[in-house]
C-alpha cells in the first residue's frame, strides 16, 4: 500500500483557524479523491507496520482544513477491531444534542496538526447526536460514544476554527477532572 501524499498544515498556519463553509453538492471528484486519500492515509498511520516503515503519526480523524480547504468535511477512521476499521465521512455536521456527561482522554488529545507534546484535559461530551451528509449528499444522523463522540468533537472544532490546545485552561491544565470521566 502506498501512503497519500497529504500536506497537513501545521498549528502555527493561520489557515487553521478559518471557519469552513458548508459544502454543495455534488462533490468535486478532487474532493471525493481527498476523502479516499484521508481514509488511506489515518488506516496506515494505525496499522503499525505502516506507521513505522512511513514514519507516519497515527491519527483518527482528519479534516479538510487541515489540508488548507476550508470545506465543512472530516474523516474519521476508527479501529474496531485488529486492522479492521470503521470509516466516517462526515459533510456539513451539526450537532443536535449531547450527553450532561463530561468525559478526556486520559493520555491526552493529540493532532495531527499539533507536532508536540501538551499537557492538560480537554473537556468533552461522553455522548452525541449529529446530522450531517454523506458523500452523496444525503441527509443522515448518528450517535456516537466514548472516544468516537471526542473525535467527531476534535473535528468537529477544526471546522470551526478550534484546535484542541485552545480548550486547555493554560493556567491549571487539569481544571475540573474530578468533573469529569477519563476514558
Same mark, same amino acid.
Given at each position: 500500500?502506498?501512503?497519500?501524499?497529504?500536506?497537513?498544515?501545521?498549528?502555527?498556519?493561520?489557515?487553521?483557524?478559518?471557519?469552513?463553509?458548508?459544502?454543495?453538492?455534488?462533490?468535486?471528484? %478532487?474532493? &471525493?479523491?481527498?476523502?479516499?486519500? @484521508? =481514509?488511506?492515509?489515518?488506516?496506515? $498511520?494505525?496499522? #503499525? *507496520?505502516?506507521?513505522?516503515?512511513?514514519?507516519?503519526?497515527?491519527?483518527?480523524?482528519?479534516?479538510?482544513?487541515?489540508?488548507?480547504?476550508?470545506?465543512?468535511?472530516?474523516?474519521?477512521?476508527?479501529?474496531?477491531? %485488529?486492522? &479492521?476499521?470503521?470509516?466516517?465521512? @462526515? =459533510?456539513?455536521?451539526?450537532?443536535? $444534542?449531547?450527553? #450532561? *456527561?463530561?468525559?478526556?482522554?486520559?493520555?491526552?488529545?493529540?493532532?495531527?496538526?499539533?507536532?508536540?507534546?501538551?499537557?492538560?484535559?480537554?473537556?468533552?461530551?461522553?455522548?452525541?447526536?449529529?446530522?450531517?451528509?454523506?458523500?452523496?449528499?444525503?441527509?443522515?444522523? @448518528?450517535?456516537?460514544?466514548?472516544?468516537? $463522540?471526542?473525535?467527531?468533537?476534535?473535528?468537529?472544532?477544526?471546522?470551526?476554527?478550534?484546535?484542541?490546545?485552545?480548550?486547555?485552561?493554560?493556567?491549571?491544565?487539569?481544571?475540573?477532572?474530578?468533573?469529569?470521566?477519563?476514558?
Amino acid at each position: 500500500m502506498e501512503v497519500p501524499h497529504l500536506k497537513i498544515l501545521d498549528e502555527k498556519n493561520k489557515t487553521l483557524r478559518l471557519t469552513s463553509k458548508e459544502v454543495t453538492f455534488p462533490l468535486s471528484n %478532487e474532493d &471525493k479523491k481527498r476523502i479516499q486519500d @484521508i =481514509i488511506t492515509y489515518l488506516t496506515m $498511520s494505525q496499522i #503499525e *507496520e505502516y506507521y513505522t516503515k512511513y514514519n507516519l503519526r497515527p491519527g483518527m480523524g482528519l479534516a479538510f482544513i487541515q489540508l488548507g480547504i476550508p470545506k465543512n468535511i472530516f474523516v474519521i477512521v476508527e479501529e474496531v477491531d %485488529e486492522e &479492521k476499521f470503521q470509516n466516517y465521512v @462526515i =459533510i456539513n455536521p451539526k450537532m443536535i $444534542s449531547h450527553s #450532561e *456527561e463530561l468525559v478526556y482522554i486520559g493520555e491526552g488529545e493529540g493532532c495531527l496538526s499539533v507536532n508536540r507534546e501538551v499537557e492538560g484535559i480537554v473537556p468533552r461530551y461522553a455522548r452525541m447526536r449529529i446530522s450531517y451528509q454523506d458523500e452523496n449528499g444525503e441527509k443522515k444522523e @448518528i450517535r456516537v460514544r466514548e472516544e468516537v $463522540s471526542v473525535a467527531f468533537q476534535h473535528e468537529m472544532d477544526h471546522l470551526n476554527g478550534i484546535l484542541f490546545v485552545d480548550k486547555i485552561d493554560k493556567k491549571n491544565p487539569f481544571k475540573d477532572q474530578d468533573k469529569m470521566r477519563e476514558i
